[in-house]
């Protein structure tokens, strides 16, 4: 039995969003593909992403962190969207774990969305179907690429090593390997889905930080002290713009 699955080092991810643009640009014109954008640049964004970036900032000031937080389908071995969808569109591939949507039979309902509990369903506007990570099934098989980009374009992407991806069944693999050694953990167990991705927790540091380290060595003000106020019948610059 096999299971591919992405394994994720928070410790390392600097949320770059490498992830999120590589997989944009490769699956929008792949299998996947389109992933429709609707107002991608404005205040209020809107687009069809199978991977995205959440930051948090955690602590108290000043021991505080900011955590970034990827997340994409988990392709849990008990999906919860598979068995709730009508038409039967959802699916789960026996020979590696994969969780896909075939469009052709997707009716849009979003029965699918609703029950994942990861929020990982992406509804496309134009399409008018669900849509989510497919771990690039098509890239992953492709014969004609090198064995060493047989991989996720996220996993190519990440410039700081933060993605890995393999079969997870595998006792000898390096995902299981890392999973064992680092107390990679799945996301939200109590669900009951076993989700196939896992990820990598973040190691504690313990910072010293002084009473005189919080403020800014180079504020002028804590340097030269107050500026002078002018004669009170010395013309402004408020008083000249208004002169004009």
Not at 18 to 30: D, F, L
Not at 83 to 107: F, H, M, Q, W
Not at 215 to 225: I, V
């Amino acid at each position: 039995m096999k299971q591919l699955a992405l394994i994720i080092d928070l410790n390392v991810c600097v949320g770059c969003h490498a992830c999120v643009t590589s997989c944009k640009e490769w699956n929008t014109s792949g299998w996947a593909g389109p992933m429709s954008d609707f107002n991608p640049y404005d205040a209020n964004p809107t687009g069809t992403f199978f991977n995205r970036v959440q930051t948090f900032e955690v602590g108290t000031f000043p021991n505080t962190e900011t955590v970034h937080f990827p997340k994409s389908c988990l392709h849990c071995e008990e999906p919860p969207c598979v068995p709730v969808c009508p038409t039967g569109a959802s699916y789960k591939r026996e020979e590696d774990g994969i969780v896909l949507v075939d469009y052709d039979k997707c009716i849009g309902c979003k029965y699918c969305s609703w029950a994942c509990p990861y929020g990982a369903r992406e509804f496309d506007e134009h399409e008018k179907v669900m849509k989510k990570c497919t771990l690039c099934v098509d890239r992953i098989y492709d014969q004609t690429l090198p064995e060493e980009e047989r991989k996720p374009a996220c996993v190519l992407a990440c410039p700081t090593s933060a993605r890995f991806f393999g079969d997870v069944y595998d006792p000898d693999s390096k995902v299981s390997r890392l999973i064992r050694e680092n107390g990679g953990y799945q996301l939200m167990p109590e669900w009951g889905t076993n989700p196939a991705n896992h990820y990598l927790p973040r190691r504690k540091t313990h910072l010293q930080i002084h009473e005189d380290e919080l403020q800014r060595a180079d504020n002028p003000l804590k340097k030269e002290g107050l500026l002078p106020e002018p004669p009170k019948d010395q013309q402004t610059l408020d008083d000249i713009y208004l002169s004009w």
